[in-house]
């Protein structure tokens, strides 16, 4: 082919829409659902964002990095490869939930304690029943009563470790081509969690307007914060809650939360020449 009758290249990457790549970061609040084992169509609010993209004529290629129990201390560990690698154009970043929960009880020792990969076998399943158990549930116990009675002031090193590292992660992707980053306020605890960790309402909440404050630092127009914490309460207040299991979302909730994720993620895409088609 002649080089007059190529088509113009500036025309092609004008006129050819790219698929919405999509990055989600977090623990098992991104994963799980309130209860687990339900129908295939239980999805979580990732794959809920991905359908409703879809369902508005969008391509989407989405990625999910998160895992149960995962702390904000993980989340520079791969950010490389997964930003500089996978390239999204969108960033959802659902982090400080975790180090809310415990007053004392470390992260590892609760992945060992209920995670899902032991192995079966006799001497296994006799010390997960005989010994891991019955330690556990102590454990909890003695939580309960510190819980009840430490300062909400010791807690305040945590909301500052966090945001410190979310800052860090997002000005390191800034770096690349500035994805719009969406980072995810948080949801008070059922009464049910809240008998198990006393001080946990008032640790999440200042969690969630610790991550608010950080995007307002940040103050950057690709960088967003999605609340949910009033929508969790007007939940609760028509009777009906939105963590069944204490703090995990359910379907129905993981479907409203990735219907306003879509809606911020397609008024973003429409303002970006690579994802949108042009005559």
């Known amino acids: 082919m002649s080089r007059q009758n190529r088509p113009d ?11 919405v790549r ?33 369902g508005r004529g ?58 899902l990969r032991d192995r079966p076998g006799p001497i296994r399943e ?12 102590v454990l909890v116990r003695v939580q309960q009563k510190i819980d009840r009675r430490l300062p909400q002031r010791l807690f305040h090193r945590r909301p500052e470790k966090v945001t410190a590292l979310l800052e860090r992660y997002v000005s390191r992707v800034q770096l690349f081509h500035s994805p719009l980053v969406i980072v995810m306020g948080l949801t008070s605890p059922n009464l049910r969690w809240r008998d198990w960790f006393p001080g946990l309402h008032g640790r999440i909440a200042e969690m969630d307007q610790a991550l608010a404050g950080l995007v307002e630092r940040i103050d ?3 960088v967003q914060f999605q609340p949910v914490w009033d929508l969790a309460e007007e939940w609760d207040a028509r009777g009906v809650d939105p963590r069944a299991d204490g ?32 005559d």
């Open 22 to 54: 999509i990055l989600v970061k977090g623990a098992s609040t991104v994963t799980w659902t309130s209860g687990m084992g339900g129908p295939r169509t239980n999805f979580t609010y990732p794959r809920v964002l991905e359908q409703e993209l879809r």
């Open 247 to 278: 703090g995990h979302y359910t379907p129905e909730f993981h479907r409203v939360v990735g219907g306003l994720l879509a809606e911020r993620v397609e008024a973003w895409a429409a303002t970006q020449p690579h994802l949108t088609p042009r």
């Open 126 to 137: 006799r010390y997960r029943r005989l010994v891991l158990a019955p330690v556990w549930k």
């Open 9 to 19: 290249e500036a025309n092609v990457q004008q006129q050819t829409a790219m698929p």
């Open 58 to 115: 969008r391509d989407v290629e989405s990625w999910v990095t998160a895992m149960s129990a995962e702390r904000t201390t993980s989340i520079l560990r791969r950010w490389e490869v997964e930003v500089s690698g996978f390239s999204p154009d969108v960033i959802v970043l659902h982090y400080g939930h975790m180090e809310a929960i415990h007053a004392f009880i470390p992260r590892w020792f609760e992945r060992h304690v209920r995670g």
């Open 220 to 222: 950057r127009p690709n």
